[in-house]
């Protein structure tokens, strides 16, 4: 009974004193979310050693079973740098010296490997984009046609491009000037158009829905009414 | 004494008017300044630099500076005072040639206030929403039918654990980069209990790597739960519900190498992502798993919904709990969600109408008052 009802009183308790607390700016009320947000900090702080103890458990007990390379390499990167760290500290006074070796752990290694996940996002938004642009529906087509202008639009090459359209139409049709033609931009505009106008309600459209669902959802949890993150 | 009034007369000629007031709505500890130079004193060959502001707990006090604004500038807030103390100000305008200096004003003290005027509106709004819900909620209580739309994303479910099951193959789930203080990874742990229950159910292995260790600890109950409820505890495997790291790349390379050794049969992108949405989706898809995604980030839909086979956009992940679990309450809800997004419709359409004629027809005062009127009621100060 506790176990159930005991977090339902402090949800609700929680949530309505945070609902309150926004329109109360007087002590204790006014920085109480904040306050809030302080405690969390803290005990998220802590939740880092049962992280570590569940992926240093995890590894320890797949070494043991059989030497898995992948494990072996997580295992000493994580203690190489915890030593380092403390090295750094000991010698430099604090991990972070420009110097120590801690940070050249962290500039010639870390940073490189980031920098690596993010440069394969060029690859995977290349063959999703493949994927997606194949002309398949009317959606799709659609989707093609929009995405290929908004690309011209926002690289040089697209300016480049509509010079030599512009260049084509006034030969066939003289009255219409060049220069003006050419610095009108068309496929930047109707990029902009296309941002700013369809892109923008459809976006505007989901985001007011997930605003009103997540009130919803909070409105569940602090009346009780969704009870999926407690355990009976 | 008659120097000092002669003094502070010929202070206040160079300001049409300097103003002190305890700043309005807040938690105290803070007075706020207006002022407006005289039109006489504001010249090209002699321009105003910026404005300084001196303050004095006592009238005839040491005044000390404690703070400037530039010279577009005429309002300056106070902070970090004592609360029920008199304070007494003075504006200085810094001129390239000369300084030109207000009256003394004061005393002036700062308090704090049991009510955000400012956030009226948000609380009338709070209070229709909340009576709106609890109506459908006691509506649907009492036994009315509601409808539900059907979300294909939510039905596959069952094909994508029962393909993974088929195939031999293990289930991945993953929250993403959220953490327990974002709603969608409350909405995802509600997605994630039913797919445990079905997992159980079939006997296939449910792999969990998390981004944030409190994540981690709710998936773990969540999941022995549903093996629990399954009748399946001895199914239960804490070390396939893991941490794996808090760093946003570093995360998407585990959760890649994951895939990529254990080859699951389906995926679960659900929660709160960011860059590394497409790499991880990719990668699900380079296996040839089924994957459903769900995610309120708006930047990250297009991606999951190019490389996913099913993807939850925004609402439709807050629905889910409801569409998991039919119960009344919880459809009831849902109903109101949907009654408030056609007020806000309705809304939106009206002010649209009116904020078009209030640009067509400049000159009628009345339409540019009501959009004026309108937006002020929606906006949050």
Redesign the interface.
């Known amino acids: 009974m506790i176990r159930t009802q005991l977090p339902l009183i402090i949800t609700f308790f929680t949530g309505m004193l945070l609902i309150v607390t926004f329109f109360i700016p007087h002590k204790p009320f006014g920085d109480l979310e904040q306050r809030f947000l302080i405690w969390y900090s803290i005990i998220s702080g802590f939740t880092v050693l049962l992280g570590l103890d569940s992926l240093v458990k995890y590894h320890l007990t797949k070494l043991k079973k059989e030497f898995n390379i992948h494990s072996f390499i997580l295992l000493f990167s994580l203690f190489l740098t915890l030593i380092l760290g403390f090295y750094s500290w000991f010698k430099f006074k604090t991990p972070f010296a420009l110097n120590s070796p801690f940070m050249y752990l962290y500039t010639y290694v870390i940073i490189p490997l980031q920098a690596t996940m993010f440069a394969l996002l060029a690859f995977f938004i290349a063959s999703a984009a493949y994927r997606a642009f194949r002309a398949r529906t009317f959606e799709a087509t659609l989707l093609l046609i929009a995405a290929t202008i908004v690309m011209l639009g926002r690289v040089p090459i697209g300016s480049y491009i509509w010079k030599g359209i512009a260049s084509f139409i006034s030969t066939i049709f003289p009255k219409i000037p060049y220069e003006e033609l050419a610095k009108k931009e068309i496929f930047a505009l109707i990029s902009d158009w296309i941002m700013n106008i369809p892109q923008n309600a459809a976006k505007r459209g989901i985001f007011i829905g997930t605003a009103l669902g997540g009130i919803a959802m909070s409105i569940r949890i602090i009346l009780g009414i969704e009870r999926t993150y407690i355990t009976k | 004494m008659y120097f000092f009034f002669l003094f502070s007369l010929l202070q206040f000629n160079y300001f049409e008017y300097v103003k002190s007031y305890d700043t309005p ?4 500890g803070s007075i706020s300044l207006e002022w407006q130079i005289k039109e006489e004193f504001i010249s090209e060959e002699n321009p105003i630099k910026f404005f300084e502001i001196y303050r004095s707990e006592k009238k005839e006090g040491i005044f000390e500076n404690v703070g400037f604004v530039l010279s577009q500038y005429n309002y300056y807030e106070d902070k970090g005072l004592k609360d029920n103390k008199d304070y007494y100000y003075q504006i200085w305008a810094i001129r390239e040639k000369d300084t030109l200096k207000s009256e003394i004003i004061g005393p002036v003290i700062s308090r ?5 005027k400012n ?1 009226f509106n ?2 009338v709004i ?1 209070i229709i ?2 009576i709106v ?1 609890l109506y459908y ?1 006691e509506k649907a209580r009492k036994g009315e039918r509601l409808f539900i739309r059907k979300i294909s994303g939510l039905d596959a479910i069952d094909d994508a654990v029962g393909r993974a099951t088929e195939m031999g193959r293990p289930i991945l789930f993953s929250f993403g980069l959220g ?1 327990i ?1 974002d ?2 990874t ?2 995802a ?2 997605i994630l ?1 039913k797919i445990a229950k079905k997992a159980a159910e079939y006997g296939t292995r449910l792999i969990i790597p ?1 981004y ?3 994540v ?3 998936a773990q ?2 999941v ?2 549903a093996y629990l409820e399954a009748g399946r505890p001895d199914l239960y495997r804490e ?1 396939d519900i ?3 790291t ?5 995360y ?2 585990g959760c890649d ?1 994951i895939i990529m ?1 254990e080859k699951p049969g389906a995926i679960f992108w659900q929660g709160y992502f960011f ?2 949405s ?2 991880l ?2 990668t699900g898809h380079a296996v040839g798993a089924i994957q459903i995604a769900g995610t ?1 980030a ?1 930047t990250q ?3 999951f ?3 996913c086979d099913y993807t939850l ?7 889910a ?1 409801c569409y998991l ?1 039919p ?1 009344p ?2 459809l009831g ?2 109903k ?2 949907d009654f ?2 056609a007020i ?1 419709l309705v809304i939106l359409i009206i002010s649209a109408i009116i904020a078009t004629l209030s640009i067509v027809f400049k000159n009628f005062y009345f339409l540019n008052n009501l959009y004026e009127l309108i937006k002020n009621i929606f906006t949050i100060k």
């Open positions: 709505s807040d938690e105290g704090a206030q049991w009510f955000n956030r948000v609380l709070t929403l909340f819900f909620i953490f203080t709603v969608v409350i909405a742990l509600s209990s998390n944030d260790p409190i981690m600890t709710a109950e969540t022995k739960e070390g893991t941490y794996l808090s760093d946003q790349f570093g998407a390379a190498g050794r860059a590394e497409l790499i989706a990719e309120t708006i839909l297009p991606f919904i190019a490389a956009i925004g609402e439709e992940m807050f629905a709990s679990k119960e309450q919880m809800s849902l109101g969600e408030l997004k806000i």
